[in-house]
């Protein structure tokens, strides 16, 4: 159920919504349908795709749903202070057809975090993550991201802060520790903050965050990974869901996490070899792929390049995310290399898109359920 706008109401924190916070909020612009909320709360997470900055925008989340009706997707990380000072519509803004979609947001501010989910819900949202895997030095300066690994308690009140304002699942995406951190104690203990502020769920990407010395690309490939920890995390904790991040290459050991654990998360694999998302339906939800080709999942995404261009977005914009969708299929190096340097003009049009498709040879890919 959401909230009345205009009532007046006295948060968590013993602040008094006033007239601006209202006015802060937005009319629902891509509410799901009535009951959607009940199913909402039992949002499926045993596929996600990861939140990833300059990736996962809005193109390239329509183009995975393209691909998979079941995944779990969620957006790049928006900070609360963007969210609300910020160009909400065009920050916000998604396709229906995206449902279900994750907000990901950044913050330490639990009344900030609280108005944010409140818009979240009203912008249709399915779920609010709270990023605090992040090491960029930008986060840390603003004392988010991964150094609120640090800070249990703080991150038990922004958890609660949200689900006490709306109905939305919240939910934490987080590594196993950071610096010199014991990943037992540390993530035992944000867990049991996290579980009494009523997390819907905990994604862990399995590795620790150093926060000095390492780039946040460097960040996601040297900590060592350490899927055991994840998996004592979920023995001793049987009742919360646990999603697994980090290093899934592929949906065989996709299947293999999700036989101990609740799901997993992928980044890297899914946006650069998207092909493979077309086997997450039949793989792991036991549904049919959506196409049964990768060619003509492309081909299904023409209407919506068309319409995007019309609203004066950049070719470029949407068709970068496809670059890897052909694997091993004749024509895919001429595809990506016609996109590369025709893509780009500013005269580009759908018929660019075509034109390069043009140089797929069509083939019926069984073969995805090999992904
Ligand atoms: C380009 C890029 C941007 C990322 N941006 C975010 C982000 O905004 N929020 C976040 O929680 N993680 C972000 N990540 C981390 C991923 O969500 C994920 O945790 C990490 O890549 C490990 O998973 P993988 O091995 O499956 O890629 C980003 C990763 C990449 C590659």
Known sequence: MHREHATSHVGRYGRRRTKLDNRLRTPKVGAPPPGA?????????????????????????????????????????ITSGAVLHGDRARLLAYDLAEHPVALQLGSCDPWQLEQCARIAEDFGYDEVNLNIGCPSERVQEGRF??????????????????TAAVD????????IGIDDQDPEEALEALTCALERAGVAALI?????????GLSPRENRDIPPLDYARVYRLKAAHPGLCVVLNGGIADLDQALAHCARLDGVMMGRAAYQEPWRLLAVDPVLFDEPARFSSAKSAAEALIPYIERELARGTRLHAVTRHVLGLFRGVPGARAFRRHLATEAIKPTAGADTFRAALALIADVDARSVAAA
């Open 37 to 77: 909320n009940e199913s909402r709360m039992k949002l499926d997470r045993r596929f996600c795709i990861a939140p990833m900055m300059d990736w996962t925008d809005r193109h390239c989340r329509f183009f995975h749903r393209l691909l998979t009706r079941r995944a779990l997707i969620y957006t790049e990380m």
């Open 145 to 162: 991201g991964a150094c609120l690994m640090a800070e249990p308690a703080l991150v038990g009140d922004c958890v609660a802060a949200m």
């Open 168 to 175: 939305l699942p919240i939910t934490v995406k987080c590594r």
């Open 204 to 212: 862990v990407h399995a590795r620790k965050a150093w926060l000095e």
